[in-house]
C-alpha cells in the first residue's frame, strides 16, 4: 500500500511501546485499532452535537438524529444497500445473530431445517443451534473444504424442503479464506421451500473490514457486521436485511423509538430500521462507525484488499519456511485470501507462543478464536492467529517471525 507511513501516524496506538519494543500489532481481526479521525469525530460528537435523538424538538437533538441517520446513509452506500432503512444498528455481530436467529426460528414449525458451516465463528453457531433446541429445528453443519471454503456439494446435499435458513461466514476468522458468496446464493435461493425459498444469512464481520462488499450483487437476505473491526469503535455493529423480508419480521426488543402508537390495549411498530432499535441507540458509536467508513472509502476497499492479499502471501511465505510450524489452510485460491493465519509450532503451547511474543512487543491471538466445532475438526485445541490490517507493513511480519526464534529458544 502506497503512503503507509503517512497512513500509519493517524493511529495514535502504534507508536506505543510494549515491555520497551515497539508496538507489532497482529491481532486485528479479533479488534482492529482507531484512527485519530475516527477518535476525533466521536470527541466531536459529544463535545457539540450531544443530545438524545429521534425526540427533542431542539437544535442538538436534531444535530445528534442528523449524525446518526448519516451514519445509516453511510453504512448504506458503503454495503450499496438499496436503502438507508435497510441498515439496523445493533450492539455487534453477535447481538445480530441473536436477533436473527430468535426473530426468525420463532415462526418455524417443528422439523424446519438450519445450516450452518463447521467454519462459524460462535456468534454464527450458538444462537441457531440454541434457537434449533428451542424450536425443535433440526440442526445440520455443513463441511469444509481443503481449501478452507464451504463445501458446495454437501451444502446442495443438505437443502431440503424444509430448509428455512443457511447461515455462513463470508471469510474464516481462522483461516482467512473466502466463501464465494453470490454462487452459494443461487444455491440456497433455488431451493424451494412451502413458503418461498430459502434464506441466506452472511457473517461478514471478517469481510467487510477488509474487502469490497456489495449486499446486492452477493443477493445475501442478511449480512452482519461489526465496528471495531474496521477502525470504528466498540459497542456498534449492523445488521443489513432486505427490505422486504425485515418488513415481515416482528421485534424481539420493545420500548421507546421502536414503536407507531400505544394504547392502553395494544401497540404498532414504527417503521423501518427504528421498529428494531429499542431505547436509546449508541450514536457515538454511529458516529464512529461513519467517520471509520469514510476513512475505507478514502483509501478504496480494492486497495484496502490488495493489501491485505499482499500480507497473506508474505506471513504464509515466510511461516512456511519454519520447519516446526504447522499452518492451518495453506491452500486457498490465490490473490483471494485474507491476512488471517492460524498456526502451531511444534511442541510449544499456543499460548505460551503468545506470552513470549507479548513480551517482543507482539500482540497475535492464542485460543480457539471463539471457533471450537472448527479446532476440534482440524484436530488441535488452540492455534496462534496473527491477523493485518490496512497499517500492518511487510517489516512487522518480518520482526514477528525473527520473535519466534526467541519463542523456541525458552521452550527448546
Ligand atoms: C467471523 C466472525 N464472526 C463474528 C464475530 C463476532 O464479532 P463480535 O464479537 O464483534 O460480535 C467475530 C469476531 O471475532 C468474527 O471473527
Not at 496506538?13 to 481481526?29: C, E, M, N, Q, W
Not at 442528523?66 to 435497510?86: G, I, P
Not at 485445541?381 to 526467541?406: C, G, H, Q
Amino acid at each position: 500500500m502506497q503512503n503507509l507511513t503517512a497512513l500509519r501516524n493517524d493511529f495514535p496506538i502504534l507508536s506505543r511501546k510494549i515491555y520497551g519494543k515497539p508496538l507489532v500489532y497482529l491481532d486485528s481481526a479479533a479488534s482492529s485499532q482507531k484512527p485519530k479521525q475516527v477518535i476525533d469525530a466521536i470527541s466531536k460528537y459529544y463535545a457539540t452535537n450531544h443530545a438524545n435523538i429521534h425526540r427533542g424538538i431542539h437544535t442538538l437533538g436534531e444535530e445528534a438524529t442528523a449524525a446518526y441517520e448519516d451514519a445509516k446513509k453511510v453504512t448504506a452506500v458503503f454495503l450499496n444497500s438499496r436503502s438507508w432503512k435497510e441498515i439496523i444498528f445493533t450492539k455487534n455481530t453477535t447481538e445480530a445473530f441473536n436477533f436473527l436467529a430468535y426473530s426468525l426460528c420463532q415462526s418455524f414449525n417443528k422439523g424446519d431445517e438450519v445450516i450452518v458451516s463447521r467454519a462459524e465463528h460462535h456468534s454464527n453457531f450458538v444462537p441457531w443451534q440454541q434457537c434449533a433446541q428451542k424450536y425443535e429445528l433440526v440442526f445440520k453443519i455443513v463441511n469444509i473444504t481443503a481449501y478452507g471454503t464451504i463445501d458446495l456439494r454437501h451444502l446442495q446435499s443438505l437443502l431440503t424442503k424444509r430448509t428455512k435458513v443457511v447461515s455462513i461466514t463470508h471469510i474464516s476468522n481462522v483461516f482467512g479464506t473466502v466463501n464465494d458468496i453470490s454462487t452459494i446464493a443461487k444455491i440456497v435461493h433455488k431451493n424451494k421451500t412451502e413458503n418461498g425459498c430459502t434464506l441466506l444469512c452472511v457473517d461478514g464481520a471478517q469481510s467487510v473490514p477488509h474487502m469490497p462488499v456489495d449486499v446486492q450483487a452477493l443477493d445475501c437476505d442478511f449480512l452482519a457486521f461489526s465496528g471495531h473491526k474496521m477502525l470504528g469503535p466498540t459497542g456498534i455493529g449492523v445488521l443489513y436485511g432486505k427490505k422486504e423480508l425485515l418488513e415481515r419480521m416482528e421485534p424481539l426488543f420493545f420500548g421507546g423509538g421502536m414503536v407507531g402508537t400505544v394504547t392502553e390495549q395494544k401497540t404498532t411498530w414504527g417503521d423501518l430500521p427504528l421498529k428494531f432499535e429499542a431505547g436509546t441507540p449508541h450514536i457515538a458509536g454511529a458516529v464512529g462507525l461513519a467517520a471509520a467508513i469514510k476513512y475505507l472509502q478514502n483509501i478504496g476497499m480494492k486497495r484496502v484488499w490488495n493489501h491485505d492479499n499482499e500480507l497473506a502471501e508474505y506471513a504464509l511465505k515466510k511461516l512456511k519456511e519454519q520447519k516446526d510450524v504447522t499452518i492451518y489452510c495453506p491452500e486457498y485460491q490465490k490473490g483471494n485470501r485474507c491476512c488471517v493465519v492460524s498456526f502451531t509450532i511444534k511442541n510449544i503451547h499456543a499460548h505460551d507462543v503468545s506470552s513470549i511474543l507479548d513480551q517482543e512487543g507482539i500482540a497475535v491471538r492464542a485460543g480457539h478464536h471463539c471457533a471450537q466445532p472448527l479446532h476440534d475438526s482440524i484436530g488441535v485445541p488452540a492455534t496462534v492467529r496473527l491477523s493485518a490490517y490496512v497499517y500492518t507493513t511487510k517489516e512487522e511480519i518480518d520482526t514477528f517471525i525473527f520473535a519466534l526464534d526467541k519463542v523456541r529458544k525458552v521452550f527448546q
